[in-house]
T-cell receptor, first 116, second 112 residues
Framework: ETGVTQSPTHLIKTRGQQVTLRCSSQ?????VSWYQQALGQGPQFIFQ???????GRGNFPPRFSGLQFPNYSSELNVNALELDDSALYLC???????????????FGEGSRLTVL | QKEVEQNSGPLSVPEGAIASLNCTYS??????FFWYRQYSGKSPELIMF????GDKEDGRFTAQLNKASQYVSLLIRDSQPSDSATYLC????????????FGTGTRLLVSP
């Protein structure tokens, strides 16, 4: 049990719609990262949040946005969905302030998004 | 050129054999290296991390790092059918709290 929970686990949207994915980080973790994993590919970094601010962003357009709340939970929002957005969206939490932190990411089980 | 390259496999080994998984990376500034295991339909699970050149052993797993050659490997001794999964190599900065760049993964099949 990783302690990172994501919702919903599966969802289907149509092109042009908007989606919000949610993540509750593991207790004690203050950093949340989001990754997109297309079928047959490795996870790709979308962005990271620390202290409610975006702290690094991958090569994703502005229609991918996020939030981190005071309790360290997080949301990923995707506007104007495209077919290529179909993927497994992974949330990962970590403790940025751990003195000897390994940077170990604890992944949730993911939200599988299908865009039709 | 991909930032992190892995052979997609499948790599097939018999039960009890040593499985050798390889990864190369392009960013010479990379400092942290991770191996994740991902079962079909599940999320990645960290099995090893390494920061320094050389070998690091943990149970049946050994990670090997050669920064000069920009090469990371994972050896799995006494492979079990339960080891059958996709193994993802990931590369990061000093702490790993920066973004991780993942390879596409190598699928390992261990036959009984």
């Amino acid at each position: 049990e990783t302690g990172v929970t994501q919702s919903p686990t599966h969802l289907i949207k149509t092109r042009g719609q908007q989606v919000t994915l949610r993540c509750s980080s593991q207790s004690g973790h203050n950093t949340v990262s989001w990754y997109q994993q297309a079928l047959g590919q490795g996870p790709q970094f979308i962005f990271q949040y620390y202290r409610e601010e975006e702290n690094g962003r991958g090569n994703f357009p502005p229609r991918f946005s996020g939030l981190q709340f005071p309790n360290y939970s997080s949301e990923l929002n995707v506007n104007a969905l495209e077919l290529d957005d179909s993927a497994l969206y992974l949330c990962a939490s970590s403790d940025r302030t751990a003195r000897y932190g390994t940077g170990e990411l604890f992944f949730g089980e993911g939200s599988r998004l299908t865009v039709l | 050129q991909k930032e992190v390259e892995q052979n997609s496999g499948p790599l097939s080994v018999p039960e009890g054999a040593i499985a050798s998984l390889n990864c190369t990376y392009s960013d010479r500034g990379s400092q942290s290296f991770f191996w994740y295991r991902q079962y079909s339909g599940k999320s990645p699970e960290l099995i090893m991390f390494i920061y320094s050149n050389g070998d690091k052993e943990d149970g049946r797993f050994t990670a090997q790092l050669n920064k000069a050659s920009q090469y990371v490997s994972l050896l799995i001794r006494d492979s079990q059918p339960s080891d059958s999964a996709t193994y993802l190599c990931a590369v990061g900065g000093w702490t790993g709290f920066q973004k991780l760049v993942f390879g596409t993964g190598t699928r390992l099949l261990v036959s009984p």
